[in-house]
């Protein structure tokens, strides 16, 4: 698990410290951002840090607040997230 959040991700946490930022403190954040802007390396990275129930988690949770369509459409589907709509 890499403790570094890749500094290609830096442009889309421009409110923060990158360096400060803890990786399972400020998960939410990271998962959302990455979800959202990340390319497929930085995705790799995010699935190699947090385990897919934490990210899958995360969506169930906070994915209609955190990811705008069809950014949500489009990871329920890849983590197999079903509603039961």
Known sequence: MSQTIP????P???EYD???LRIQQD???IIERTLRFGTRAELHW???TYSLEQVSQWVR????LGLPEPHLSFWK???NIDEGK
């Open 7 to 10: 500094s290609t991700l830096a």
């Open 27 to 29: 998960a939410s954040t």
């Open 46 to 48: 995010l699935f190699s």
């Open 12 to 14: 889309f946490f421009q």
């Open 61 to 64: 949770q906070w994915g209609r």
């Open 18 to 20: 990158l360096t400060r």
């Open 77 to 79: 589907l890849i983590l």
